[in-house]
């Protein structure tokens, strides 16, 4: 039995002590939003925040996170209305196929939350989810979107 802080939601899950973060999300705590790619910690689908943090939750066992940290998923990453960078990603149309987009808009959201302004080269730099259809340029285009957006409303 593990306790998480999920979304803002203290949850008793019960898993193996090296059970993936991920399968915990989707199996035990019904929160499927985040995705499984590749399971190396590569590709990025998983991404979820971890103290703000983003990581990639395929290779993180359940024993590394403690009660006390705070971990959000994609279902909780909206507070009131949507996060910035997701109504970008609906202004700017940019998945595709959709797959990765979770673990994309989650990186976003964390590099944005560390750096309010990043320019094109920070941006290709923090952001390295893989993303098989190809959308690089219109996530490096939410992303600018999102930051002016959250800078326009301050």
Same mark, same amino acid.
């Given at each position: ?13 019960? *898993? +193996? ?14 929160? !499927? ?11 990025? *689908? %998983?991404?979820? =925040? ?7 939750? %395929?290779? &993180?066992?359940?024993?590394? #996170?403690?009660?006390? @940290? ?5 279902? /909780?990453?909206?507070?009131? /209305?949507? =996060?910035? #960078? ?8 940019v998945p595709q196929c959709g797959y990765c987009q979770?673990?994309? &808009?989650? *990186?976003? +959201? ?5 750096? +309010?302004?990043? /320019?094109?080269?920070? &941006?290709?730099? @923090?952001? !390295?989810?893989? %993303?098989? %259809? /190809?959308?690089?340029?219109? #996530? ?6 999102? *930051? ?7």
């Amino acid at each position: 039995m593990a306790s998480l802080n999920i979304n803002g939601e203290n949850r008793d899950l019960d *898993a +193996a002590p090296d059970t993936p973060l991920l399968w915990v999300l989707r199996e035990q705590a019904g929160l !499927t939003g985040t995705k499984y790619g590749c399971g190396i910690a590569q590709c990025g *689908a %998983c991404t979820v =925040h971890i103290d703000g943090i983003a990581v990639r939750s %395929c290779s &993180i066992p359940l024993d590394a #996170v403690t009660a006390e @940290q705070k971990i959000v998923t994609i279902e /909780g990453l909206a507070k009131d /209305g949507l =996060h910035p #960078v997701q109504q970008a990603w609906l202004e700017l149309d940019v998945p595709q196929c959709g797959y990765c987009q979770s673990g994309m &808009i989650m *990186a976003a +959201a964390a590099l944005l939350a560390e750096n +309010a302004n990043p /320019g094109p080269d920070v &941006i290709a730099e @923090q952001i !390295t989810n893989i %993303c098989r %259809c /190809g959308t690089y340029s219109r #996530v490096a285009a939410a992303i600018a979107q999102a *930051a002016a957006s959250a800078r326009n409303k301050s």
